[in-house]
């Protein structure tokens, strides 16, 4: 039980892939699950990665989006900066 309280308490570290991106920030991205560049907006940092909300994404069919919850984890690898404002 102590290995997963630190494993959900474990601190985000800030690097070199990650310290230009923020929550809320509007994100373009490639993922082996989703076909083609997707846009959309960060909801969480993590260390390597971020969770992405494709709610507001168009372009991806619907049934595509309920099957992620509308939400997809990408690397900072995988990603882009397109805007640092929100979508709405």
Known sequence: MGSFQQFTNRQIQENELNKSYHIGATISATSELIPGVFIGQLLKKYTHSCL??????????????????????????NCQIISAEVIM
């Open 52 to 77: 992405i909300d494709l709610s507001h994404n168009q372009q991806i069919p619907q049934k595509e989006l309920d099957k992620f919850n509308q939400r997809i984890i990408v690397s900072y690898h």
